[in-house]
Structure formats: C-alpha cells, structure tokens
C-alpha cells in the first residue's frame, strides 16, 4: 500500500513536527486545517491514511469521520485520531464510529510513527 | 404556641441577674422598652430574629431562652434525613433520639448541613469543568502547545542530521509554544484559584444562598440603613460581610440593600414602630398610611424587629429570589417550593392581594401543638412599562405566626414535596419520606 497520508489537523507546529517525522520516514504528506472542507479534500487528495484531530474549530473530528465511513469510496480508509482526552468513553465513541486507532496528545513521535506504519501494513 | 410562652419569663429571668435594665436591653436589639415588657411578662410571642438578638445580648445560647428547642432539632432532624436520602434512619423515633440525645442529634445536624455544602460545591466545580468554555478552551491550549513542544523537542534531540534551517524553524515554533504554554498554565492556575475560593467555610457555590446566609445573620433588619444613607455606605456593608464571597452574591446583596433603603425611605421607622405597635401589622393598612404599593409593605413589615415575619419573593418563573424563614413554617433551601403557596397562586392574578391562613401538615399531629400562619401575597409589576407589552412580575409573600382559630379557613401547604406529608395532594411532583408513596 502506497505511502500518502492527509493530515487533518489545525495547529501549525503540530503540522510541522509531524510533517517532518512523516516524510523523513518516506511518507508523502499533505495537510488540511479547515474541519468544514476537510471531506472535499479526501476526495481531493486520495490519501492512503488519514491522520484526524477530533477538535477542530467548528468542526467535530468525530462529524468528519462519520462523513467518511459514510461514502463508499472512503469508508474502509484507516483513520488514526488524535485527541486531547483520553477518557474511555472517548475511545469507545471513537471506536464505534470507526477510527481505526486513536491516540490522546501529547504523543511521542515514536508513536505515531508506529501507528501509521501498522495502519498501512494491517 | 406553648413553645414560646416561657421563653419571656426566661429572658426576664436573665436579665435581672445579670442585672441589665429593661431600657438597656430593649435598646440594645432596638425594640422599645415597653414592648420588651410585654414580652417578659409572655404577652408577646417572640421568636426568630428576635429571640437570636435578645440571646445574643443576654450571653446565652437561643434554644436555652426557647423552649420550643427541642421541637426546631426535631425538624431539622427530618429535614437531614430527607436529603440524605433516609438510609435507614428511624423516622419514627426522631423524637426520641432527639431527646434522649440532643447533642448527637445536633451533631448530625451540624454534619449533614456541612455535607450538603460540600455536594454543592463539587457539583459547582465539576459544571464549570464540563461546561465552561474558557475553561475547556485553555486546557485545549495547553495541552496542544505541550504536544507540538514534544514532538519539535523529539526531532531535534533525535534526528541526527537536520538542516540547519529546519533547526532554526523548530527553534523558533519551541520558543513561540513554550510562551503560549506559560500563559495556559498561568490561566489554568487562575481558575483553580477560583475554584479554591469557593471551598471556604459555609460557600454553598450558589451566589443566592451566600445572600441568604448574609441577610439571615444580619436578622433582615439593618439599623444602619435606616436614614439617609449613601451608596458607599452600602458598598462597605456588602464588603465586610463575610457570606459574600463571590462576586455575583455581592451584587445581589447591593441590589437587595439598596431596595431596603428604599423601603425604609418610604415607611420610616419610628413612623412604622408606632404603626405596628398601636395597630398590628396589617399590611394594607399600612400600605395605605404610607402611600406605598402592597410589596414594599411587606417586605417593610418582614423589615422589623419587633415582628416575627418570613418572607419569600420569586420572580415571574416562580424561582424564589430571596427568602427570609420564620420560625415553624419551612422554606425549602434549594430547589422547589410547593406550588399551593398563595405566592405562586398570586402570580396568576397579578396586582390582587391575596389572603390566606397556612398550616403546613406533618409537624404534629398534635392540635394543641399546630401552627397557623396568616399570608399575605401580591404579584406585581417589577419593570417599567413599554408600549404593547406586558411588565416583567414579581411576588412577594409575608408569612405571620397566627394564633391557632377553629372558625378560620386553613389551607395545608407544603414546604417541598420530599418531606411534606400530606395524602392525596393534587400538586405532588415526588414521594416524600414522611407519607407513603405518591
């Protein structure tokens, strides 16, 4: 499976740090800030993964990703979400709508990188 | 009524030895010397606010001056055990304990009030974190700007080789973060400092129960108020207050006091003394020699310190926006009222004045022991006028002790469903402890 994921994420340096990791782990990267365009930018972009925030402004990470599982062309994508809270039933709500992984920041860059190769492998 | 008979004979009974003259005394809780004799010699019920002033300026504790002691214990033994939900207290023996114990009994008293503020309190706290959106919002920030210094701070510990413009750039988003960091912990800090001045002794975490207690200890009545009296002088009063903590309860009270010095601008006290005394508290009598509408008598007449009085004023949803209990008739402290109360009934009639005998059900089966209540309630406009629409309203409800009368109409009222015990009351929103079922 191709290398290209979508980040779905509105804080810059959070871009930054996790764009450079990605592409030096030979990953293409591309990122998105806007919650309300980020469906069209699937379509867009075709990515092989997405990495989701579940706080976006104005937008829910959690209202995108049953956009996605929604449409047939985007409903089996691996989704890793990232979340500031780790609570269970935040997890479980993330689980139930369908994200694949889920992981609560601040996380270590090890992580991620973990995380994604397993979502493109598995 | 038997509660209170020997309770003047045990006030005269201190003051003599102690050797305080009768004038003194009257003056000192600013009733006059002649009334204080009537009560002495048990012609005039005194309890409440009265009796605290008059126990207080005698050195003694109240219940030892009222022999209705026993009976208020008991009432708030029930009460205690309604909120905390019954768990298997022996309702039935409560007179029983109270009596064979009274120290234990207030003990449990003492422990369950202090409970109640600090359920109060987490829930207030546990809310905000929930719901405020500040709040939310800050903890958003730190803990991303916690994430992007992590991840920066990894790539440039643990990549070997990195260009020197990418070191710089991570450099300079690690600086901007770490001060936006600061500020979000700094801001977080703020709040739980918040949330700790809300934990002091006797914070219920509701801003009108700071006023309630304020108003309560002050006995409704503020002698410094009566005169001209500038807003400073309010401010200070509000200020040295120690029940109102938040700022929200301090600027109720400013409201209410000021209301109070409107009030006592509009019915003076001597003037109103001498009224009450020649001729009862009848509140359109008054109402009229004073050339004041029905609310502002009554809540001038709950004002006084010769008079025994509750009063509870609620706005036009029917919260209650300020209560002043009297001894024997219970105001349910939080949440709901009973809606059999002619205050209530009142806002459905607007600016009629409504009448009524109350006897709430429940506090002994005892006739000798009943207490009847005499209330007075009127809805009034409490906004100006605009053109087409109708003014916001407002009631209030003067509560007075009435002697027990056969041949009056008596209406059963409630205080709060869960520890009322009246059967088959059409108006029951819940079980109460005290009745079986619904």
Redesign the interface.
């Known amino acids: 499976m191709g290398k290209h994921v979508l980040l779905i994420e509105d804080?810059p340096?959070?871009i930054?740090?996790?764009s450079?990791?990605l592409s030096?782990d030979g990953w293409k990267v591309d990122t998105h800030s806007n919650g309300q365009t980020a469906l069209e930018a699937v379509r867009l972009k075709r990515p092989d993964l997405i990495i989701l925030d579940v706080?976006l402004p104005g937008m829910s990470g959690y209202d995108i990703l049953r956009g996605l599982r929604g449409e047939a062309a985007t409903a089996e994508l691996p989704v890793l979400m990232l979340t500031?809270r780790g609570q269970t039933k935040d997890r479980e709500m993330a689980e139930q709508i369908g994200a694949n992984r889920f992981m609560t920041?601040?996380?270590?860059?090890a992580e991620v990188l973990e995380a994604v190769r397993a979502l493109v492998d598995g | 009524m038997a509660q209170t008979r020997l309770a003047g004979s045990r006030i005269r009974e201190r003051r003599l030895l102690q050797q305080i003259r009768q004038s003194d005394l009257a003056e000192r809780v600013g009733i006059s010397p002649s009334y204080l004799n009537l009560i002495e010699h048990n012609r005039r019920r005194i309890g409440g606010k009265l009796l605290i002033n008059i126990a207080a300026a005698l050195n003694v504790e109240p219940s030892l001056l009222a022999e209705g002691a026993e009976a208020a214990l008991i009432e708030r033994l029930r009460q205690s055990a309604a909120e905390a939900g019954e768990q298997g207290a022996e309702l039935e023996q409560v007179e029983d304990f109270a009596g064979r114990f009274p120290g234990w009994a207030r003990l449990m008293v003492t422990q369950r009030r202090r409970i109640g503020v600090l359920e109060r309190a987490v829930a207030t706290l546990n809310d905000r974190l929930t719901h405020d959106p500040h709040l939310a919002a800050t903890?958003?920030e730190v803990?991303?700007?916690?994430?992007?210094?992590?991840?920066?701070a990894?790539?440039l510990a643990?990549?070997r080789e990195i260009e020197p413009e990418?070191r710089d750039?991570?450099h300079r988003?690690i600086n901007?973060?770490a001060q936006r960091l600061a500020d979000g912990a700094r801001a977080l800090a703020g709040f739980l400092d918040a949330a700790n001045a809300g934990e002091r002794e006797g914070d219920t975490g509701s801003p009108q129960d700071e006023v309630d207690a304020f108003w309560t200890a002050r006995g409704g009545h503020f002698a410094e108020l009566e005169g001209t009296v500038k807003n400073s002088k309010l401010a200070k009063i509000v200020a040295a207050a120690p029940d109102l903590v938040s700022a929200s309860a301090q600027a109720q009270a400013l409201i209410a006091l000021k209301r109070y010095r409107r009030d006592a601008v509009a019915m003076p006290l001597s003037e109103m003394t001498k009224a009450v005394d020649k001729s009862g508290a009848d509140p359109l009598v008054l109402a009229a020699r004073f050339e004041v509408d029905l609310g502002t008598a009554l809540r001038r007449i709950a004002s006084l310190p010769q008079v025994e009085a509750g009063l509870v004023i609620c706005d036009g949803s029917g919260t209650i926006t300020f209560r002043q209990p009297v001894d024997g008739f219970v105001l349910p402290r939080y949440g709901s009222a009973c809606p059999l109360w002619p205050l209530f009934r009142a806002l459905s009639r607007p600016m009629v004045p409504l009448y009524e005998i109350l006897h709430q059900p429940g506090r002994a089966d005892d006739h000798a022991q009943r207490r009847d209540f005499a209330a007075f309630a009127v809805a009034q406009p409490r906004s100006a006028p605009g053109l087409n629409r109708e003014p916001l309203f407002e009631a209030t409800m003067l509560i007075l002790p009435h002697p027990d009368s056969d041949e009056e109409e008596v209406s059963a009222v409630g205080a709060n469903c869960r520890i009322c015990a009246a059967q088959d009351c059409p108006a029951r929103r819940e079980p109460s402890i005290m009745a079986d079922g619904f």
């Open positions: 804080e340096n959070i930054e740090a996790i450079f990791i030096r706080m500031a920041k601040p996380f270590s860059n | 903890l958003h803990l991303d700007t916690a994430t992007a210094i992590r991840s920066t990894s790539i643990d990549t990418w750039r991570f988003n901007e973060d």
